[in-house]
C-alpha cells in the first residue's frame, strides 16, 4: 500500500472537470435489476412470505433458553411453535388480535367479626 493514498496515480487519475461534467449517478447507470437489487438499505429485509412476527421482551427463566439454545440453530423458532402449540391448546389462539387478554382480578372480600 502507499503511503499517502490520497494522492492519484496511474491506475487512479485525479478527476478533471470534464469527467465530472459527463458523470452520472450509479443508479442511472446500472441495469434496472442491479439497482432494484441494490436499493434496499443495510440489515434490511424484503418482503415477508408468511405473516410478520412481533419483538417482544420476554423474561424466561434462564434454565428454559439453555435448554432451547442447546438444541442448535433455530432454537427461537422451537420456542415459538412450542408457545403456539399452547396458546392453541389453551384456547388463546381464538381471541381477535385487536383484543387483549386480561386477566381478571379477585376481590377478596374482608372478613367481618
Request: overall charge positive; aromatic content about 6%.
Amino acid at each position: 500500500m502507499r503511503k499517502n493514498a490520497s494522492r492519484p496515480d496511474r491506475d487512479n487519475p485525479e478527476w478533471t472537470e470534464e469527467d465530472f461534467r459527463r458523470a452520472r449517478p450509479l443508479l442511472d447507470v446500472l441495469p434496472k435489476e442491479a439497482v432494484e437489487a441494490i436499493k434496499r438499505y443495510r440489515g434490511q429485509r424484503g418482503p415477508q412470505k408468511s405473516p410478520t412476527k412481533k419483538l417482544v421482551s420476554l423474561r424466561v427463566d434462564r434454565e428454559v433458553v439453555e435448554a432451547y439454545r442447546a438444541t442448535g440453530p433455530g432454537w427461537q423458532t422451537r420456542a415459538n411453535d412450542a408457545l403456539r402449540a399452547y396458546a392453541k391448546k389453551a384456547g388463546l389462539d381464538r381471541q381477535p388480535p385487536s383484543r387483549r387478554r386480561t386477566a381478571k382480578r379477585r376481590t377478596v372480600a374482608a372478613k367481618r367479626p
